[in-house]
């Protein structure tokens, strides 16, 4: 018999030591579509279960699951590495990577206490980077594995120069990435620890509460809970804030109002409106239990007009309205975001300029078109090309809830970039589909936080626990009668706050009630404590 080559039986042990070494603790791709897992479940990683998962490391020593056939969603990791823990927030495993061709994510997974479910953290503006990581914080505290986008391209959250030529992009961006996000971001989750998560949740704001919407109403089956917040969802935001931005100039291009002139209206409206919900503590329970008096603020006739435009919102010549315009409490975001100084035009004049160039429009009108360009007759039709490819404004969600799924919403009445009436008339539409409040009300339920800007921040108590409320919902059945609702004594650099909040950090608390309730000071108690406030069920002003 022929000796057997030094060279070949090396290549045999080199192969049955590696198949050893997958039998003992990693697992090959298994099955298109999905990436195998580890083989037995855990809720820990130790560092090098974390810094395996890196693309670098495949070809050291085939430690790394490819995840390049996913179906739908090939994925490639490009970095994975330990983070230390922070006051509140865990160690966790940061793996970074994109999903093909160009969708950017980071996905943190706890080292300890995997608590066997999936979160996705939304962005906001244009999003662009994955700086929404932050957001997870609030979720991997309580054990999740919590997944961000960058929704498909590189920029800044006002960048909109990505979209030109990018039809891709656009796509990514509508509803691709979100969706995507979540089939990687599930996959790898299971890799890492052994198992397919048990539940999913998603939470967002602004453009994270569109991608909110965009999961439930056509991705069905991805989330088990949903908190969706003031969503910038097609065209009724940037119709909004184009007007307001334009209602202050003159046709020299000189602007109408002054910083001074937007304190004074802040003041009186808030000596008109405040005491109405039987407390005066600088926050509008309910704007629409107030008009304003703009005769007693002592202005000339052409600011008080330009005022009287940014609340009644954008309408065509003949007096038909596009969408609602800003309520009463939100004056003081004017200043800097509709209304300029001497250190510049306001913020959402070149963001809306651009946006409109490049996203509201289907043809870019070009690099001379200016807002005051925008004609309200012909124009906000033609803006429905972002409508068609970002609105998600259908209220039939009955794929979504006939599987149990929960759909929790909240909305700031002081948001000055999101208005809320979009979101109530959107649940009214669901209610009514649903046949009426009490039905909606088993899957759906909208929340309003009176004094909140967009997303947080503002005088009112915004700070709410919508994770604790979505879980109790999902898994135990308790659908949310009640919110509570804390304004903190330092603001999160965040709209998700680590939750519970340190009794010594509150300075207020407030109840919030399903919508049509609002939220009213009982006349008796501690007016810092939520229990002295009960629901009240008001009209409209007239």
């Known amino acids: 018999m022929p000796a057997i080559p030094l060279s070949y039986c090396r290549h045999v042990v080199r192969h049955l030591v590696l198949a050893l070494f997958l039998a003992l603790g990693f697992a090959v791709y298994a099955a298109p579509g999905r990436a195998a897992t580890t083989g037995a479940t855990r809720t820990a990683l130790t560092e090098k279960q974390c810094t395996s998962l890196a693309a670098s490391d495949y070809y050291d020593n085939g430690k790394f699951p490819d995840f390049g056939d996913l179906a739908d969603a090939p994925t490639q990791i490009t970095s994975a590495k330990v ?15 994109y999903i093909a061709p160009q969708i950017g994510f980071h996905l943190r997974l706890p080292m300890e206490g995997w608590n066997g479910k999936f979160f996705q953290q939304g962005c906001g503006g244009m999003c662009g980077t994955v700086f929404a990581g932050e957001g997870c914080n609030a979720a991997v505290g309580r054990g999740y594995a919590c997944i961000v986008t960058d929704m498909g391209h590189s920029g800044t959250q006002v960048d909109t120069k990505w979209t030109i030529n990018n039809p891709q992009g656009m796509i990514d961006f509508a509803w691709r990435a979100t969706h995507l996000a979540t089939v990687a971001g599930k996959a790898i989750t299971e890799f890492a620890y052994g198992s397919r998560p048990s539940k999913a949740y998603f939470n967002g704001c602004s453009t994270g509460g569109r991608q909110a919407f965009t999961e439930v109403q056509k991705f069905p089956e991805d989330y088990d809970g949903v908190i969706a917040n003031a969503p910038a969802s097609g065209m009724d935001a940037a119709l909004q804030l184009l007007w307001s931005v334009q209602a202050n100039y003159r046709k020299d291009g000189s602007q109408i109002l002054t910083y001074a002139d937007i304190d004074l209206l802040a003041d ?3 000596k008109q409106c405040d005491a109405k919900d039987g407390l005066a503590d600088g926050i509008i329970n309910d704007p ?8 007693s603020l002592g202005l000339s006739a052409e600011k008080v007009e330009a005022i009287r435009k940014i609340y009644d919102g954008p309408r065509d010549s003949k007096g038909r309205q596009w969408t609602e315009g800003a309520e009463p409490g939100t004056e003081l975001r004017w200043k800097g975001e509709y209304v300029g100084d001497d250190r510049g035009p306001p913020h959402y004049e070149s963001f809306m300029r651009d946006w409109f160039r490049r996203i509201g429009f289907a043809s870019d009108p070009g690099k001379d078109w200016k807002i005051g360009d925008f004609d309200w007759d012909r124009d906000p039709p033609r803006a429905r090309n972002a409508a068609a490819l970002l609105g998600v404004w259908n209220p039939d969600i009955s794929s979504f809830t006939d599987r149990g799924g929960k759909l929790l919403l909240l909305q700031g009445w ?11 008339r959107y649940y009214e539409k669901l209610a009514k589909l649903a046949g009426g409040i009490d039905k909606a009300k088993e899957n759906a339920r909208l929340f309003m936080i009176p004094g909140s800007f967009h997303c947080w921040r503002g005088p009112g ?3 709410v626990d919508g994770i604790a409320a979505i879980e109790d919902w999902v898994e135990k059945g308790k659908a949310p009668d009640k919110l509570i609702g804390y304004h903190p004594k330092t ?10 909040l340190p009794e010594e950090e509150v300075a207020f608390s407030r109840p919030y009630f399903p919508w049509p309730a609002t939220t009213r000071y009982s006349g008796k108690g501690d007016p ?6 009960v629901p009240a069920y008001p009209k409209a002003a007239k």
């Open 491 to 500: 603001q999160s650099r965040t709209p998700v706050y680590l939750m519970p």
């Open 288 to 295: 629409r239990q107030c008009r304003p008096n703009l005769q």
């Open 414 to 424: 002081a948001d000055d970039v999101v208005m809320p009436g979009p979101m109530i």
């Open 83 to 97: 983070a230390a823990a922070r006051p509140r927030i865990p160690s966790y495993c940061v793996v970074e990577g």
């Open 528 to 533: 810092a404590k939520a229990e002295s406030f």
């Open 268 to 270: 009186v409206v808030m």
């Open 461 to 463: 108590a915004d700070a």
